[in-house]
């Protein structure tokens, strides 16, 4: 019995030995294809929020897109290719045969410049797909991070396309999986184009018909045996296509495979720095703070590295479904020219610089300028064969000035002189549009203006064209000398002054007292009132008193609505709140309504509507500024791009050159901080204003009867620094120091505002510029409540004035309606007529009437002295 024992034990030993056994604590293995999980970092800007399946949302750089929805399904570009789309997920637990859709269980999302984190929870299981797309790179990565209790498929399918933008087609198409690569290629007989998607841990399951595309999506599964595999580990998704040789979109698709980590932080580092060498503001409304973050991304994202034209900026972004456009994903001239004084506000001069360059490329021999290129020209004849290129006629006046506007903040001459031709041939062609002789440009013959299409366009000249190419000639004037072509100064400075008496006279309506939308061939005005009058008031073309009068028209609820400004007032015969150009909500004009309103010290009434673009950063594609609402609702029409260039000025240029009051001049080595804060902010600052190769920082704060604000800078000894932050109307300005010593000041009383201003030289270290005042009492903003899907119904200001002791407070309200409005110093209140004072508040209810819809309403404070 021993011996048997002893080889039973022997034997035992031996067959045990040949057999593993995991040893409590031992990690499981890795499941293959997988890579080592790295951290996505919160940035700061970071908007976190319960996802909502139909939001859409991108994550692009400059050759490479993905838009989608925040479900998660998506289409694909890698410019100008549309590799595929209607990319979707879903879920099968161990061996259901149910598929558990994304769209279905989608929670989270996480968007921040550098990554896009879509969270899906099942009781069972979380899933992140956290997207990221190269800034350099024709290709993008969507790293899985899964936390599962029970084994788990994910299915990824998707339609392959690869078709370029329209009006380009190619044809032969064909996809099929390669199960050395583990990923669907797709491509086409000439070996031109290609695409390819996959993941080192899938595995392709879908039939692929030889050299066609199959109507049915093509799929590749992952499938997670043991979740504890995965567990500290991206399972990882790689997208890589475009046009061009397929050793080369191999090699992408390779590179990103050898080492996404680095690709990440090559994101993060890229938008930190757009952040940190940029504009960077403060102030009490962390929404504004945020949005104006948002902004700077969203205008970094539209620059676009096309294999065949070059690098450019595109309008906007948007899914395209089943058709050839990602929303406004050409090259339009116009858009860059408009998006280019926001660009220059915030120092994106590199950027301005090569947009610019760009648009010149594609000038017509007689001068104009091409409104839109699509991104597949170099498929097709699109300057020949199709005729939307020069359709419109502000496109080439809109040129020069966003070249001045260029200069005059960088000093770059050299840019000057080298555009020198293209600028000449552009105002000669300007120039050769005034039929009539009027000094204006004619619609009738340079193009479409303002409009599009409707019973509008049949005049000869509108007021929005019109103030661009008055503005041309002023900025052709200052060009000249930049050059020292003293013949072409003299004759820009006759058209300017020829021009802006035209403007003043065919178009200021005395009758009504605004700037009409237009007049006819006859002469006679179309008197509609639009706020495309907004773009000359910007600018300052017209006289200040009709300018007053036609900015009171501006705010009243005709045009504003609690979301932005209409294009028709809602009194036209023409008005449908749903017809784009005919009674909709476009925060493009919007920026130009608010950079007006605070270019005349309107505070109040500028700072209502730059809130209300500040707000569309988040309602809709979260850090984007959708491109046109209702008119009547709070609701983006459904036509509407979701990330639309122009709409992103609705938050930079009233924001920068309008609340901040910051203007710089390189030719004069001139940098102006002429804040219109609200009342109650009590301090703001900004820093990386950028004017030629000087930085400028300014730090506001208001305490009790003193305003102070310190200068800091670095290369800037050679600029004078003005200080002018404005004040209510009715301030008193007792002093004014600098680095405490006193100095003489200009007042300027505005009919909305006090301006006190003080310039000096700046010294090269810090320089602290006191106002000191007497209190009054001083109107705050209100507060502005509007969901997705709200009517209009806040309160407008329209005119805050001061004569004698007296404070005039003119708004319209809801009738029958209560409101309130804040105020500082309530206790120099002596008395009030049409409001009652509460506390800091004076409340009040409009009175109906008989009426329906906004009335007028009047309130009167009688100030203690």
Partial sequence: MRIEKLLFLFFTVLICSSFTFAQPGTKPSRMPGTI????????????????????????????????????GSFEVWAYPLKLLRNFEFSFFLQNSTRPIKAADIVRYIDISPAATIITYVYQSFTVKAIFITPVGQPGAMILLSVNSDVPLKIVCGFLPVLQPMWPAGIGGQYAYWDDDMKAYIISEPTGGNHGIVGSPAATGISYTPAHMLSDYPNEFTI????????????????????????????AVYDSLQSNPQRYYEECVDHYQKLEKNTLQIETPVRELNLAFRWAKVAYDNLVVDNPDLGKGLVAGLGMSGTSGRPGFGWFFGGDAYINSF???????????RDALAFTEKWQRTDGKMAHELSQAAGYVDWFHKYGYAYIHADTTPFYIDAVYDYYRMT????????????????????LSTDANGDGLMDNSKAGLGALEFGSLIGIESDVYLSAIWVRATYAMEQLSKAVGNIDYEKKAAGNYAKASTAYEHKFWNAGKEYYSYAFNSKGEQVSELTPWMSVGLAWNIGEPAHADEALKHLASSELTTDWGVRSISDESKYYDPLNYNYGTVWPFITSWASTAEFEHRFGLQGYGMLMASIR??????PGDVTEVFS??????????????????????????????????????????????????????????YGVGKAEFSFDYTRTGDTTCVIVSGVNGEDYNVEVAPVFSPGTKILSASIDGKPVQFKSTEYSQGVEPSVTAGFSGGPMKFEFIRKPTVEIVPPVI???????????KVISVSSSANELHVEVEGLAGTGYSLGIMNPGLVDRVDGAVLNGSRLEFSVPA?????????????SVKQ
């Fill in 223 to 250: 499938e997670i045996k043991d979740p504890a595999t995965v567990g500290n580990y991206y399972i990882p998704i790689y997208l890589a296509g475009g046009k061009g040789k397929w050793d080369s979109v191999k």
């Fill in 616 to 621: 569309h950063t988040f309602d809709n594609e």
């Fill in 342 to 352: 926001s660009l220059n506000s915030y120092g994106a001069f590199h950027t301005v």
């Fill in 849 to 861: 009437k008989g009426s329906e819809g906004f009335v007028k309403h009047e309130i009167t404070i």
């Fill in 411 to 430: 000093g770059d001459k050299q840019f000057v002189a080298d555009s020198w031709k293209s600028l000449t041939k552009a105002y000669g062609w300007c």
């Fill in 785 to 795: 409540c509007t969901k997705t899907g709200d009517p209009d119904r806040g309160l």
């Fill in 36 to 71: 080592p999980a790295f951290p996505i970092a919160h940035s700061g800007m970071s908007i976190a929020q319960l996802a909502q399946p139909f939001t859409p949302f991108d994550k692009v750089g400059r050759k490479f897109a993905i838009l989608g929805y925040e479900s």
């Fill in 631 to 688: 008119g009547a609702t709070n609701v983006w029409l459904g036509e509407a791009v979701s990330h639309q260039g122009f709409s992103t000025s609705g938050v930079v240029l009233p924001l920068v050159r309008g609340l901040f009051g910051l203007d710089g001049d390189a030719l004069t080595r001139t940098v102006t901080f002429a804040p219109q804060f609200p009342a109650d902010w009590q301090s703001a600052s900004c820093s990386k």
